[in-house]
């Protein structure tokens, strides 16, 4: 079991009142399995996904990630799991300006202190089709060629785990195709585990899983 949840609960303050954000959110997922979260606006989605990634707390309730008690860990111990098991791809792409596309993927490797970090960062820029713009800054491709950077990125750094918001969310609906086709075969020939948010119905589809949210509870 790559991911297992239990009884989630978030809660925030507001006022004198507290906001239930989720509530009584459980599920699982096994290892190379694919699961999309789906749900209107304002019903959880992108938090959960943040705790799930370890990028925020729950009020309440149980995440295992990759055996590990996400749960019991603090700031520092959620930051070295991220680093070790976890790869990211943010709807905002969070590509770092000053660098170039082949150093923005290599950056999480070299990180991570990995063997190669260019040569995988190459061949997974050529996988997403990008061999020619690796050293072209972000500022110098288009919001498709960003967000398969961000993708390349999130792979190369062998994560356990992919976590991804709304990837197709700023794309036209070719760049939103080529996105999500890359999302689902590179994942299966890495083999790891890929969790998505989306209001895409075609790339919600293609997961083995997929669980709708409503007001933060899990809807049939």
């Given at each position: 079991?790559?991911?297992?949840?239990?009884?989630?609960?978030?809660?925030?303050?507001?006022?004198?009142?507290?906001?239930?954000?989720?509530?009584?959110?459980?599920?699982?997922?096994?290892e190379g399995q694919s699961l999309a979260i789906t749900g209107p606006s304002g019903s959880g989605k992108s938090t959960l996904l943040g705790l799930l990634a370890g990028l925020d707390t729950a009020t309440s309730g149980e995440i295992y990630l990759n055996g590990e008690a996400l749960h019991e860990l603090d700031e520092e111990q959620r930051a070295l799991l991220r680093k070790e098991k976890v790869g990211f791809v943010f709807q905002s792409f969070e590509?770092?300006?000053?660098?170039?596309?082949?150093?923005?993927?290599?950056?999480?490797?070299?990180?991570?202190?990995e063997d190669e970090p260019e040569e995988r960062a190459k061949y997974f820029l050529d996988r997403v089709g990008l061999k020619e713009r690796e050293h072209h800054y972000p500022n110098q491709l288009s919001g498709g060629e960003q967000q398969r950077v961000a993708i390349a990125r999130a792979f190369a750094c062998s994560a356990k785990i992919l976590f991804a918001d709304e990837p197709t969310g700023n794309l036209d609906p070719k760049n939103g195709k080529m996105v999500s086709d890359l999302l689902f075969e590179v994942n299966s020939e890495t083999d790891n585990a890929l969790v998505v948010v989306t209001h895409d119905h075609d790339l919600a589809d293609r997961c083995d899983k997929k669980i709708n949210l409503k007001l933060g509870k899990i809807v049939e």
């Open positions: 079991m790559i991911l297992e949840v239990n009884k989630l609960r978030k809660e925030v303050s507001s006022g004198d009142n507290k906001l239930v954000i989720l509530d009584d959110v459980s599920f699982n997922l096994l590509l770092l300006p000053s660098l170039t596309a082949l150093e923005n993927v290599m950056l999480p490797s070299e990180l991570k202190d």
